[in-house]
């Protein structure tokens, strides 16, 4: 057995580990950078909100909430082919999404849409950890493989 027995769920396959959750909500912050100038009145965030959003950054972002769907919906009584199907091909869809953002950003730079600043390095560099991660990681291999059944 690879894995401890508390490393699995009520359903018997292995549980989502907490980095994969932290990648994917990392993932969908183009939906929250998106809604941030509508629900605050601080003038700080309506500012970041504008420096760094745009609409090309946000299709970036939706492999991830498939993902996160299919996180949701991952359950026995699940019968949704899609939502499976887009759970065993989640490793493939959250390393689209990091490597398409990673592009749109470097040509953003390039072509001076966007400025060089320490939110854009952050995320590169925080693009760049997560594809590692997700390539070299077999728990997350692993995890991607199992759905559970009835």
Known sequence: MKYN??????YHVLKIPSLLIVLNIYLLKYFVIFLLPMISAIP???????????????TCSLPAVFVLISMIRRVPSTKSVLLIWFWKNANNLLLFSLISE?????????????????????????DVIFIVYLIRSKRIIDVFAEFPHK
């Open 44 to 58: 700080f965030f309506k500012t970041l909100a504008h420096d760094q959003f745009h609409i090309a950054l946000l």
């Open 102 to 126: 990673l592009v749109l950003l470097s040509l953003f730079l390039w072509f001076e849409i966007q400025q060089l600043n320490g939110i854009n390095l952050m995320f590169i560099y925080l």
């Open 5 to 10: 027995f508390e490393d699995y769920n009520e």
